[in-house]
């Protein structure tokens, strides 16, 4: 159950929780995810995620928001599959910023949610300036007699798994091994608009994504999937600019492999395998259409050989 604002909390009231944003529900995030839900289960007691709306970082240093991994829908939804009972998305604003630590434990943990007890990372912060840490927070815990537990973060080729450990293998285009931290494809949706038709008329269609709202990975091409209606098809996926055509603007363009039909005015999703190239300058649209053509075979391949190994 997701719930946005200062309402509904009355299912949540007197549960456990975990406090952060979450973003990307990653594998550091799930194993915080699973102490939170065994230990609510085993005191029979909701397993709640209070996460905040927008995140402070809009309010105090919007210039350096990063962009998200997924929205707080999605979030929710992989929360829940993960037995979560409750996300809150609490508003946030100048006077939840403004409170201290020990102020936000009290009014917000306390007497707002009648938390029972907190799971956290070590590198939890709360409060004013961020004022409040792990050991702080145990020590409020310790005096208000509540559970408290500290799980440590995921490791990922010796590295800790982070949501901007994340960003930065999206953003370089390593969506594998973003896919190795989120313990899942990276995916993003949009909903399919008009284009130029050029892949079309190359004979490769392929879909044009806009309002993606989430971050997108480097420009390339890749191979992954992507589902409309409820099918998943083999995609292979170019993102940037067609400096073939000097068109610089950044698109999304998605052909799946094996469909047909109108999907113009629909909503779809696409999950990333692999990238396969970098974006490329072509002498004409011919040496444009062979290429495309041996890009729809590697993603046919590569999506093969993952589907042949699970």
Partial sequence: MLIRGLEGFDVCRGGMISIGNFDGVHRGHQLMIRTLVHQARSENLPAVVFTFEPHPIHLLRPEHAPPELMGIEERAAVLESLGVDCVIAYPTDRALLNLSAEEFFQQILCDQLQAKGLVEGPNFYFGKNRAGDVHLLRTLCDRAGMFFSV????????????????????????????????????????????????????????????????????????????????????AAIHIGGNPTFQNSETKVEVHLIGFTGDIYDRNLQVEFLEKLRDTQTFSDANALKAQLAIDIESSKKQVDQWNAAQ
Avoid: W
Avoid at 157 to 166: F, K, L, N, T, Y
Avoid at 190 to 195: I, Q, S, T
Avoid at 201 to 225: I, M, Q, S, W
């Fill in 151 to 234: 799980v440590e973060p995921g490791l990922c080729d010796g590295r800790m798994i982070s949501s901007s450990e994340v960003r930065k293998a999206i953003q370089s285009g390593e969506v594998a091994l973003a896919a190795k931290m989120l313990g899942r494809f990276y995916q993003i949706k949009g909903m399919v608009e008009h284009g130029e038709e050029r892949g079309r008329a190359l004979g490769f269609p392929t879909a044009n994504l806009a309002d993606v709202l989430t971050l997108l990975p480097a420009e390339g091409v890749y191979c992954g999937f992507g589902s409309v209606g409820g099918q998943r098809y083999p």
